[in-house]
């Protein structure tokens, strides 16, 4: 990828990036350290061509295979969760890398990342992305992410950005002491939830934040 490629045009310009910008303080998030890595990173090189004049709308878009790329506000609100409510955040796990743009975002923010996707051929051009970016801080697995990615945990930061209709047992048992889980929950209506371990008990404080719209988690891999 060129270096122009990278900065984008047009638009996938900073012009364009900053309105992206100015929308997501508009709905909210005051997290300046989100904001700035969100405005440095170029989301239209997660997408397929035809679709990168669309990349800094404020809206999901298809990657392939059925799935989307998160909304940025709802990326931004996600990220900023979960650096609000957790005391030392060195280790966070992903489950459903799809495109790798949440992951890149995740990357700039915290010292070690671990993601987990279910259809191989995602998680292959997500690492290409990676790549190119040059981010050297996560690692990526080709599996089922309901069961987490027990060798690597505990986790300070679990985020899922597919929807269970009930919260992975699993991904509880993955958290550190006083770890955060933000993860969508539901069927055709969906909410965020936001759910903390009370220090090193087996005790979990859950918050709902906001109705979401995410695609659901789904068991099983996919070469
Ligand atoms: N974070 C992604 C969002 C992609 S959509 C991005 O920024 O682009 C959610 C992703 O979760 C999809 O790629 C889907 O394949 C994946 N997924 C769904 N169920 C999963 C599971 N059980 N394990 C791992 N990944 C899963």
Do not use: C
């Amino acid at each position: 990828m060129t270096d122009l490629m990278l900065q984008g045009v047009g638009m996938t310009s900073a012009r364009t990036r900053d309105r992206l910008i100015q929308r997501l303080v508009e709905q909210g998030v005051t997290n300046m350290r989100v904001l700035d890595v969100m405005r440095d990173t170029p989301r239209h090189i997660f997408l397929d061509e035809a679709l990168s004049h669309r990349a800094y709308e404020d809206t999901a878009l298809p990657i392939g295979h059925g799935q989307t790329l998160s909304q940025p506000y709802i990326v931004a609100r996600m990220t900023e969760l979960l650096l609000g409510a957790a005391g030392k955040l060195e280790k966070v796990l992903e489950v459903g890398t799809g495109s790798g743009y949440q992951t890149t975002i995740l990357a700039q923010l915290v010292p070690q990342v671990y993601s987990v996707e279910r259809i191989k051929p995602l998680q292959d051009k997500a690492r290409e992305r990676l790549r190119q970016l040059g981010l050297r801080n996560v690692q990526l697995r080709h599996a089922d992410g309901g069961f987490g990615w027990p060798d690597m945990g505990p986790y300070d930061g679990i985020l899922s950005t597919a929807a269970p209709h009930a919260v992975p047992e699993e991904l509880l048992k993955q958290l550190a002491p006083s770890g955060v889980l933000v993860i969508p929950l539901g069927g055709k209506k969906q909410h965020l939830n936001l759910i903390m371990r009370d220090g090193d008990s087996e005790k979990f404080i859950t918050r709902i934040i906001e109705a979401v719209n995410f695609v659901p988690l789904v068991t099983g891999t996919l070469r």
